[in-house]
């Protein structure tokens, strides 16, 4: 029998084996990319990849994510959707507004929200959230995995419009795609500065870690609006 | 204050309270096509932080949270549904037809070479190579069977070629067959190539040829991003190891892309290769625009580009000499 351990509301760590961070599958009996399915008694678990997802390098990291069962979650760049089904088996009873603007990952990821009630799929640009402010209620936590030049430009829009003052912003910024030339340390100084100097209120960063060994060049950034 | 939502429209006072609402039916097609509508919107925009779902139920749109989010989720589906239904645009068709036809390349190549080293064993002296060898393979199979009227019968009579039995030859033949439709298909991806590119992209067509204005778009992943690079992107485009080990190093900026393949830029001379380059690709660029936002053919595109090239051949008729030496250096320094 595996045992079982819970780490915060929603995120297990299974040890089968070896220990594997682990979400309740909220559709059990089938994986979404390949992960394994791992039952225990009457509850089915599907093992969470930190090396595929940057949500799930952050929570090995520590952050502490705060994600409730009826939590409302803004993610951009659902891409197809790896990380996106653990947030909705993490938020059962909650909702993942999931922004992506590429129609091939949409494609994916239709397929996955068409099996899951909790997501609601939106293809549009994450740097015009006018574009969907008339479908996004006020939310819980906006994660970003979004990969631009301007990504701390696209946090603070988001975030003035969508986040709840209690709300968190988590923040997975790849230094590689801001300049591909500069040391990863510099631009992680920069963006964070830029989160929290360059707009009103500003970000007040809670924390602010690399991911590695899962991600090369990647920081985790956890804040909220001041 | 008017707010424009997903589920219709609300009219608010100063503190949010609704006055009056216009609610759509809970039909999910008409609720999508709504939602879509309002994308380009500018005004009446929900506020920052304004709740719709409670907006919703007070408005007696949803009765429950619950019934809120089965909407919504339906809706969303639905409008993501119609916006992936109509992103394959001509351009995304012709990027499906560049990386088939390359796949297919690679694919006829990797079997080419494994039936010319398989019938090599019977018929070394044949000489033929690609398309020949298969038909050769498929009309005749062993080496015996060549007519007295092929130009190739008395070397296939004299071969040191080992024998062909019979339950190899129809092996090695329906191979060729095989090869042989491959070499087929790819002529047929590469005259659909050339047939959408002259309705999608004429002009880019006409300076660049169908191949390698394909495989712009392709690169590049539309025909209006393409328009959009400024023209110094198009000339790299291809060279992104190049261009990035320069950015990042002290390596030398790549002079072209892709654009090498193009008959202007590979058959100047090298010291002018990099100033050639950058002509085709101001006018590769100028040509996309001109597809992409009115789509009128301009045949006086590439007569200005020769003339630009010719301009550039004269002003420079010779290789800049001092210059060379410092550059072999370098580049050989920089190699290690």
Same mark, same amino acid.
């Given at each position: 029998?595996?045992?079982? +351990?819970?780490?915060?509301?929603?995120i297990?760590?299974?040890?089968?084996?070896?220990?594997?961070?682990?979400?309740?599958?909220?559709?059990?009996g +089938?994986?979404?990319?390949?992960?394994?399915?791992?039952?225990v008694?009457?509850?089915?678990?599907?093992?969470?990849?930190?090396?595929?997802?940057?949500?799930?390098?952050?929570?090995?990291?520590?952050?502490?994510?705060?994600?409730?069962?009826n939590?409302?979650?803004?993610?951009?760049?659902?891409?197809?959707?790896?990380?996106?089904?653990h947030?909705s088996?993490?938020?059962?009873?909650?909702?993942?507004?999931?922004?992506?603007?590429?129609?091939?990952?949409?494609r994916?990821?239709?397929?996955?929200?068409?099996?899951?009630?909790?997501?609601?799929?939106?293809?549009?640009?994450?740097?015009?959230?006018?574009?969907?402010?008339?479908?996004v209620?006020?939310?819980?936590?906006?994660?970003?995995?979004?990969?631009?030049?301007?990504?701390a430009?696209?946090?603070?829009?988001?975030?003035?419009?969508?986040?709840?003052?209690?709300?968190?912003?988590?923040?997975?910024?790849?230094?590689?795609?801001?300049?591909?030339?500069?040391?990863?340390?510099?631009?992680? +100084?920069?963006?964070?500065?830029?989160?929290?100097?360059?707009f009103?209120?500003?970000?007040?960063?809670?924390?602010? +870690?690399?991911?590695k060994?899962?991600?090369?060049?990647?920081?985790?950034?956890?804040?909220?609006?001041? | 204050m %008017?707010?424009?939502?997903?589920?219709?429209?609300?009219?608010?006072?100063i503190?949010?309270?609704?006055?009056?609402?216009?609610?759509?039916?809970?039909?999910?097609?008409?609720?999508?096509l709504?939602?879509?509508?309002?994308?380009?919107?500018?005004s009446?925009?929900?506020?920052e932080?304004?709740?719709?779902?409670?907006?919703?139920?007070?408005?007696?749109?949803?009765?429950?949270?619950?019934?809120?989010?089965?909407?919504?989720?339906?809706?969303?589906?639905?409008?993501?549904?119609?916006?992936?239904?109509?992103?394959?645009t001509?351009?995304?068709?012709?990027?499906?037809?560049?990386?088939a036809l390359?796949?297919?390349?690679?694919?006829?190549?990797?079997?080419?070479?494994?039936?010319?080293?398989?019938?090599?064993?019977?018929?070394?002296?044949?000489?033929?190579?690609?398309?020949?060898?298969?038909?050769?393979?498929? %009309?005749?199979?062993?080496?015996?069977n060549?007519?007295?009227e092929?130009?190739l019968?008395?070397?296939?009579?004299?071969?040191?070629g080992?024998?062909?039995?019979?339950?190899?030859?129809?092996?090695?033949?329906?191979?060729? *067959? &095989?090869?042989?439709?491959?070499?087929?298909?790819?002529?047929?991806?590469?005259?659909?190539?050339?047939?959408?590119?002259?309705?999608?992209?004429?002009?880019?067509?006409?300076?660049?040829?169908?191949?390698? *204005?394909?495989?712009?778009?392709?690169?590049?992943?539309?025909?209006?991003?393409?328009?959009?690079?400024?023209?110094?992107?198009?000339?790299v485009?291809?060279? &992104?190891?190049?261009?990035?080990?320069?950015?990042?190093?002290?390596?030398?900026?790549?002079?072209? *892309?892709?654009?090498?393949?193009?008959?202007?830029?590979?058959?100047?001379?090298?010291?002018?290769?990099?100033?050639?380059?950058?002509?085709?690709?101001? %006018?590769?660029?100028?040509?996309?625009?001109?597809?992409?936002?009115?789509?009128?053919?301009?045949?006086?595109?590439?007569?200005?580009?020769?003339?630009?090239?010719?301009?550039?051949?004269?002003?420079?008729?010779?290789?800049?000499?001092?210059?060379?030496?410092?550059?072999?250096?370098? %580049?050989?320094?920089?190699?290690?």
């Amino acid at each position: 029998m595996p045992e079982v +351990k819970k780490l915060s509301d929603g995120i297990f760590e299974v040890i089968k084996d070896k220990k594997q961070l682990a979400t309740k599958n909220l559709d059990p009996g +089938k994986a979404v990319y390949g992960e394994k399915l791992i039952p225990v008694q009457e509850t089915e678990y599907r093992t969470w990849d930190p090396r595929r997802s940057k949500l799930g390098a952050m929570v090995l990291k520590k952050f502490n994510i705060s994600l409730k069962e009826n939590s409302k979650v803004l993610y951009l760049g659902a891409a197809s959707g790896t990380t996106v089904s653990h947030v909705s088996d993490i938020v059962s009873e909650g909702a993942v507004y999931a922004v992506e603007f590429a129609p091939r990952s949409m494609r994916d990821l239709i397929r996955l929200a068409s099996r899951r009630k909790n997501i609601h799929p939106i293809l549009a640009d994450a740097g015009k959230p006018d574009s969907y402010s008339h479908l996004v209620e006020p939310v819980d936590l906006i994660f970003q995995d979004v990969a631009q030049p301007n990504q701390a430009e696209i946090a603070a829009r988001n975030a003035i419009r969508f986040l709840k003052r209690d709300g968190y912003l988590l923040l997975s910024i790849k230094a590689r795609s801001i300049d591909t030339a500069a040391n990863p340390k510099e631009v992680f +100084k920069a963006e964070v500065k830029k989160l929290e100097q360059a707009f009103e209120p500003g970000f007040e960063i809670l924390n602010a +870690k690399d991911l590695k060994p899962y991600h090369e060049d990647h920081l985790g950034v956890l804040a909220k609006l001041r | 204050m %008017k707010i424009n939502t997903w589920f219709g429209t609300l009219e608010t006072d100063i503190v949010g309270e609704i006055l009056e609402s216009r609610l759509l039916s809970k039909d999910i097609r008409k609720l999508a096509l709504h939602s879509l509508s309002l994308r380009e919107s500018r005004s009446n925009l929900p506020p920052e932080g304004f709740d719709l779902k409670a907006a919703a139920i007070k408005s007696g749109f949803a009765e429950s949270p619950a019934e809120y989010y089965f909407l919504l989720h339906e809706v969303t589906l639905e409008a993501a549904k119609l916006q992936v239904s109509s992103a394959i645009t001509p351009d995304q068709r012709i990027i499906q037809a560049v990386e088939a036809l390359d796949d297919v390349n690679e694919t006829t190549n990797a079997l080419f070479e494994r039936l010319s080293e398989w019938y090599g064993g019977y018929f070394p002296e044949s000489g033929l190579g690609g398309e020949d060898l298969a038909l050769f393979i498929v %009309k005749y199979g062993s080496r015996e069977n060549v007519s007295s009227e092929d130009p190739l019968y008395s070397k296939a009579r004299d071969s040191m070629g080992a024998k062909l039995e019979p339950a190899d030859e129809a092996l090695i033949k329906d191979f060729a *067959g &095989s090869v042989l439709s491959l070499y087929e298909r790819r002529q047929q991806i590469e005259a659909y190539i050339e047939n959408s590119m002259e309705q999608v992209a004429p002009n880019l067509k006409h300076i660049a040829g169908p191949m390698l *204005g394909a495989r712009l778009i392709s690169l590049a992943g539309s025909l209006e991003k393409l328009a959009e690079f400024p023209s110094s992107t198009i000339q790299v485009i291809g060279a &992104s190891k190049a261009l990035f080990k320069h950015l990042r190093a002290r390596a030398p900026s790549p002079k072209h *892309g892709i654009i090498y393949s193009h008959p202007l830029v590979n058959t100047a001379p090298w010291w002018l290769r990099g100033k050639v380059a950058r002509a085709v690709a101001s %006018k590769l660029s100028l040509a996309a625009r001109i597809d992409f936002y009115s789509g009128e053919k301009d045949p006086s595109l590439i007569e200005k580009l020769e003339a630009k090239v010719l301009q550039i051949r004269t002003l420079n008729p010779r290789p800049p000499q001092k210059k060379q030496e410092n550059g072999a250096k370098l %580049k050989k320094r920089r190699r290690k």
